[in-house]
């Protein structure tokens, strides 16, 4: 079975950083990943779908990017709101999640 | 405007049943394929079940045998049946909207099952 692992599973940045975080999947995969940020008590919010495509009112400061094996999602200038946890997913033959990666301050 | 309304959840005793629905407006749930996902205390998300368009379902390894996806079109309305619930089931269980190439763009607020004695 396919898994995605994410790194880091936490990171500490500021307000105004480049944040990177990626997944990795154990065999190549089509480019039908996702990323869904979510804050505490909250469900998921899906933020980029198709590795690269972003969903609908979502800021531009999110982006995706990647193929095969190795996707990124990048924030370019990390706002006060974008302190949450971040899970990549993509559908082979079952959903699955990637472990999740916590952005703190 | 699309929305997703779970209950059902709740105090359950190991071995026992419990039915989760998820209630949803602005599109039809036949439709689409809806997925059930859960998130254990402090960890991350877990996808549990799913039923296509069609009607076929899928569930994950953790769950089969013991938990049943269904919808009522009627009611435009997504169920979970679990049964034989064991303590590690405890979890927030969210329904979500299926979109192609397998993204899910809508979500529930989520309903706790909590499975202990």
């Known amino acids: 079975a396919i898994q995605l692992t994410q790194s880091p599973s936490s990171l500490s940045a500021s307000v105004g950083d480049r944040v990177t975080i990626t997944c990795r999947a154990s065999q190549a995969i089509s480019s039908t990943l996702a990323w869904y940020q979510q804050k505490p008590g909250k469900a998921p919010n899906l933020m980029i779908y198709?590795?690269?495509s972003l969903e609908s009112g979502v800021p531009s400061r999110f982006s995706g990017s990647g193929s095969g094996t190795d996707f990124t999602l990048t924030i370019s200038s990390l706002q006060p709101e974008d302190f949450a946890t971040y899970y990549c997913q993509q559908f082979n033959s079952y959903p699955i999640f990637g472990g999740g990666t916590k952005v703190e301050i | 405007e699309v929305q997703l309304v779970e209950s059902g959840g709740g105090l359950v005793q190991p071995g026992g049943s419990l039915r989760l629905s998820c209630a949803a407006s602005g599109f039809t749930v036949s439709s689409n394929y809806m997925n059930w996902v859960r998130q254990a205390p402090g960890k991350g998300l877990e996808w549990v079940s799913l039923i296509y368009s069609g009607g076929n379902t899928s569930y994950a390894d953790s769950v089969k045998g013991r938990f049943t996806i269904s919808r009522d079109n009627s009611k435009n309305t997504l169920y979970l049946q679990m049964n034989s619930l064991r303590a590690e089931d405890t979890a927030v269980f969210y329904c979500?909207?299926?979109?192609?190439?397998?993204?899910?763009?809508?979500w529930g607020q989520g309903t706790l099952v909590t499975v202990s004695s």
């Open positions: 198709d590795a690269s």
């Open positions: 979500a909207r299926g979109r192609a190439g397998g993204r899910f763009d809508y």
